[in-house]
Each structure stands twice: as structure tokens, then as C-alpha cells.
């Protein structure tokens, strides 16, 4: 049984775009692999001989990560953050606690403390094992664990953007 107080869940509420660096001109769809891969790593420095700023596009919309060379979407995410490792049988290894903005019993959610949130797969249709992996190895954090990183999250982590928001602003705790 869940109950929630609608109030509470609109508060805990973060919106958060993505908006990719894209090459400009787009390839090709028949451009051979190699092609792109060579236009990923020589972007910045072609970017910077043409006059192009990396960091923002003409319009001032500064980008979040460094897209493949293909034509990429700007993503546009709403999260409910709530903490429910302090209410449930999470593993000790991961990476929240209980310093989240909103936990479970703030929000009015009643959980079974005894079984935890699934984990499922890419499209949510099957349950899958739960793997934790360290903000330091999503590279959301620099390896030292004390500082916000600067790399492109995206080959490994696609949301890791919104993760970094979220751990300066309180709400997923790096320690």
C-alpha cells in the first residue's frame, strides 16, 4: 500500500534538460564508421577553427555533454527523488543516504521495509539483478570521490548530468 502526500512529492520534484553538443554540419546517414568516430575526437579543436563556441550554442544553451554524430534530441527529465535506502534492505555499498532532500516517510509513502524497490531492465518489462556502481565509476565524481568531474558522463552514464545536479544540490550524498 502506498500512500502519498501529493504536496510533498511536488516539492521534492528537480526538471533537468540535457542539451548535446552536435556537430554542425550533421554526417550523413552512409557515413562510414571510422568517419564518425574521427569526427568525435577532432570536433572540439574543428569546432574552435571555425569559430563555433564548445561549450554553447548560438542561441546561449549551454551544452551537457558531447553527443555522437548523429542527430541527438534534448532530453527533458522530471525526478522524484526519494531516498529508500534508509527504509529498505538496500545494500550498505551504494552511493545515497539518508542526507536525501526527501525520504520515503517524508513524502508519506508507506513501504515494505522488507522487500526492495526492483531493479528492471531496459524497458521495464523484466526484473534484473541490482548492480551498484560507485558515482566515481558512473563519472559523475573525479576518482578521488571529493569532487564533481568534468567528463563526459555520457559513454558511460547517459544520465549522469542530472546525477551531478543532484549531488550539488544536496539531494544524492557523495560520502
Do not use: C
Amino acid at each position: 500500500v502506498v500512500a502519498v502526500d501529493p504536496t510533498k512529492i511536488v516539492k521534492s520534484m528537480r526538471i533537468y534538460t540535457m542539451f548535446p553538443q552536435m556537430p554542425n554540419p550533421l554526417p550523413l546517414p552512409s557515413t562510414p564508421s571510422h568517419e564518425l568516430q574521427n569526427e568525435i575526437v577532432n570536433r572540439r579543436h574543428n569546432m574552435v577553427q571555425s569559430g563555433r563556441n564548445p561549450h554553447q550554442d548560438k542561441y546561449g544553451r549551454t551544452y551537457t555533454h558531447i553527443s555522437t554524430s548523429n542527430v541527438s534530441n534534448t532530453i527533458h527529465g522530471i525526478y522524484f527523488p526519494i531516498d529508500v535506502t534508509t527504509t529498505t534492505n538496500l545494500s550498505s555499498s551504494n552511493s545515497l543516504d539518508a542526507n536525501s532532500d526527501a525520504d520515503a516517510d517524508d513524502l508519506g509513502l508507506d513501504l515494505d521495509l522488507e522487500i526492495p524497490p526492483p531493479a528492471f531492465d531496459l524497458f521495464g518489462t523484466k526484473e534484473i539483478k541490482r548492480e551498484w556502481v560507485s558515482l566515481e565509476d558512473l563519472r559523475v565524481l573525479d576518482k578521488d570521490g571529493m569532487n564533481i568531474s568534468t567528463e563526459d558522463t555520457k559513454p558511460i552514464f547517459i544520465s549522469g548530468f542530472i546525477v551531478r545536479e543532484l549531488v550539488k544540490e544536496g539531494v544524492i550524498s557523495s560520502h
